[in-house]
């Protein structure tokens, strides 16, 4: 396998990884989740099954709409995030529910934040770069843009995905606070940073993550 390939696939899953990590601290910390895990801990919670198993489920349904426009965005990279953060972020949480207690201190919470917002300007960074696909909710926002004949910009309609998503998970009980905030409206300028600092000199290549507006065909 060429390098070049091999390399791709370690940011994919080492990205992920990261950010799978990330949604564990900010359940943990309670302030709080990215808008998709806050849609997702709602409605599972609320269905009284795992945050995992329901995440899957939902990807799964929305890969189909991801396959019928556009389904140039599916790649490895999308099985990895659509299967994996769901169950890692289960993984972690359990495992420090058993080992260190029902909740962290709150200053704990605090360095969990912190940490968990790092990691997704980092995870983020290295999958989309790598270029192998993305996950089925980072692919909704070019199906309306899609759909609106580029009348909805990119950032628009992403904006328009994360408030629904904020509103069902909060509807369902979810916690929204300062990290939803953060997640919603920070996320853009530290997945920038680390891609140019971290993820392109990484892979040595022109590489680019998914642009602020992408022009489909009509």
Not at 83 to 105: E, T
Not at 141 to 166: E, T
Request: proline content about 5%.
């Amino acid at each position: 396998m060429h390098v070049f390939t091999i390399r791709r696939i370690f940011m994919t899953v080492i990205g992920n990884l990261c950010i799978g990590i990330a949604v564990s601290l900010l359940r943990l910390s309670h302030f709080g989740t990215d808008p998709f895990s806050t849609m997702n801990l709602g409605v599972s919670g609320f269905l009284h099954i795992s945050f995992g198993v329901y995440q899957l489920i939902f990807n799964l349904f929305i890969l189909i709409i991801q396959f019928i426009f556009v389904r140039n965005a599916i790649g490895f990279g999308t099985i990895v995030n659509m299967v994996g953060i769901g169950f890692i972020s289960d993984f972690f949480v359990n495992g420090y529910h058993v080992l260190l207690g029902p909740s962290p201190l709150f200053i704990t919470k605090i360095i969990f934040l912190l940490i968990a917002v790092v990691l997704i300007g980092i995870g983020v960074a290295l999958y989309m770069t790598s270029d192998l696909g993305i996950s089925p909710w980072d692919a909704m926002p070019l199906v309306i843009q899609k759909l609106s004949r580029n009348k909805i910009p990119f950032v628009l309609a992403r904006m328009m995905a994360d408030v629904i998503s904020v509103v069902i998970g909060f509807s369902f009980g979810a916690i929204v606070g300062i990290a939803t905030v953060i997640m919603a409206f920070g996320t853009g300028p530290l997945v920038q940073y680390f891609r140019k600092q971290l993820a392109e000199p990484l892979l040595r290549n022109n590489h680019a993550a998914l642009p602020a507006s992408v022009d489909l065909p009509k």
